[in-house]
């Protein structure tokens, strides 16, 4: 069973706008959330992440919200620049491992 | 401070055979975990090594298989090769266990034909 999902394979963007970025998950015992970006022929590199006790978490331009009671986290990403454009993916912690999403392809326009 | 080194970075290997792919973590770090990403799939959780020992395993087969030696390199095998086996095979490092920050490696790309 797929506990981590982004149901959304790719989106693009126009460059200074909003990205928002969805995942969802089924385990209520996830106790953290992560966000990975990656690039081709490159591995996953962390972005942001939040606790299971807060719901906002913010890093210049990246913003990471967890609404607990719907097990939804998203990732806004302001202003969106060509550089985001790249795969990201969702991860959240259950004891020491990491359970990821399909991921979602971002693509930023100039 | 070295990142997180994998090889080959590429292979080519054909149904039934097996191969070893390699890892070297981030100096320090003792954790050491292994996820298979497909398209379509995102990274599957394989094993976790830590102080030489297998910590947490995925759901795969057992001809999946893995070892972390004394200076934390760690390495994975996969036996009997099969078509599916086809993927991008991450290695990711953290100081330590239940520590979320987990740093990849650029991934071993395996065709098997």
């Known amino acids: 069973d797929q506990q981590v999902k982004q149901n959304s394979p790719s989106l693009s963007v126009q460059e200074g706008r909003i990205s928002i970025l969805n995942c969802d998950y089924t385990n209520s015992m996830f106790d953290y959330f992560l966000w990975y970006k990656k690039y081709p022929a490159e591995g996953p590199t962390f972005l942001i992440s939040?606790?299971?006790?807060?719901d906002k978490n913010e890093d210049g331009r990246f913003t990471v919200f967890l609404n607990k009671s719907a097990k939804h986290l998203s990732l806004h990403i302001v202003p969106s620049q060509p550089g985001d454009s790249a795969v990201y993916f969702c991860a959240a912690r259950g004891g020491s491992r990491l359970t990821f999403g399909e991921g979602t392809q971002l693509t930023v326009n100039p | 401070k070295a990142g997180v080194t994998q090889t080959p970075r590429y292979l080519i290997k054909t149904r039934g055979q097996q191969v070893t792919l390699s890892c070297s973590p981030i100096?320090?770090?003792?954790?050491v975990s292994w996820y298979q990403q497909t398209p379509g799939q995102g990274l599957q959780f394989l094993f976790e090594?830590?102080?030489?020992?297998?910590?947490n395993k995925g759901n795969f087969p057992g001809r999946f298989s893995g070892r972390q030696f004394s200076n934390s390199r760690s390495e994975m095998n996969v036996s009997t090769l099969e078509l599916g086996d086809s993927a991008l095979y991450l290695c990711a490092s953290s100081l330590g266990r239940f520590l979320y920050e987990q740093y990849f490696g650029p991934g071993t790309r395996l065709t098997v034909t």
């Open positions: 939040i606790s299971s006790i807060k």
């Open positions: 090594y830590f102080s030489e020992t297998q910590r």
């Open positions: 100096s320090g770090h003792r954790s």
